[in-house]
Nanobody, 115 residues
């Protein structure tokens, strides 16, 4: 059973930064793609960023200037660096892993931006 474990969320002031981590239970190259989604209170879950097996990254247009996805293949870990955070970034952030015909999700990590 694939497991994805997120960490790194917390409370941060506007303008601050957070770095989220997602550790996979499987070899990172077993997945076609790894990514991050988020769900704010009362809103639908939305795509944030992804990185495919070849290292190609994709971002939500509204976030690409502030967020960076990366990976450490030796640690089977994918990261999300979030800079210049604002209140609209408050959400539960979920790690996602894709293989053909199947998606896996982590339990989520809460990021709260507030003064």
């Amino acid at each position: 059973q694939v497991q994805l474990v997120e960490s790194g969320g917390g409370l941060v002031q506007p303008g601050g930064s957070l770095k989220l981590s997602c550790v996979t239970s499987e070899y990172i190259f077993d997945f076609n793609e790894l990514g991050w989604y988020r769900q704010a209170p009362g809103k639908e879950r939305e795509f944030v960023a992804s990185i495919n097996r070849n290292g190609r990254t994709t971002y939500a247009d509204s976030l690409k200037d502030r967020f960076t996805i990366s990976r450490d293949t030796a640690k089977n870990t994918v990261y999300l660096q979030m800079n210049n955070l604002n209140a609209e970034d408050t959400a539960i952030y979920y790690c996602n892993a894709k293989i053909p015909f199947r998606d896996y999700w982590g339990q989520g990590t809460q990021a709260t931006v507030s003064s």
